[in-house]
């Protein structure tokens, strides 16, 4: 029998063989993947700055209450800055130590300091009522608007700021709370500005404070 030659070799197209098919397949996701994120980042309020629509939807809207009974909300607020902290009365470190820090920051600034709010708002309504809160805050020898409210309020203004806390059982059945410990700056408009974080010095602290209330 005469022997044929065999046919030529044609390496299959996979990702890594260098097929012009394959290379024009990556082009065309690519480039989809590319428009879609520009549909994303231009949807919902219709604005072009991604940055600026998300300091728009941070916080949001809330209803809580004050020491004195009286009602609180975002509209409350407006107009001028605040600083707003989560966390609860008994907290043992970072409630305390953070909001005497905000103190102190006030004082540093000068007559600034009073150019902007302090906003403390307890994730324990179990025990601190309205006027324990008042009496917590005033601690602290600076004005503090101290807030609270009902489990479902509390879920919404800690949504709206992205805000997370748990209660963890302590032996006896008493408890903690984990949350986070971020301070939250917010414009007179009631936009995110940025946050005070608690291992940022004092020095750094005080120019986002400087810039929040220019």
Known sequence: MQATDPEPFEPAETADSGSPRWILWLVVLLVAGGLGLAVVSRG?????DPASSYANAFGGPFTLTAPDGSTVTEKTLAGKPYAIFFGFTRCPDVCPTSLARMARLRKQLGPDGMK??????????GHDKPADLGNYV??????IIGLTGTDARLEQIKKGYGVYSAKVPQPGGD???????AIYLMTANGE???TIDTQESDATALEKLRRLIV
Request: no cysteine; proline share 6%.
């Open 44 to 48: 919902g309020s219709g604005s072009s």
């Open 116 to 125: 902007f709010n302090i906003v403390f708002v307890s994730v324990d309504p």
């Open 138 to 143: 005033a601690l602290f020898g600076t004005p």
């Open 175 to 181: 408890y903690t709370i984990d949350h986070t410990a």
């Open 192 to 194: 995110f500005s940025g």
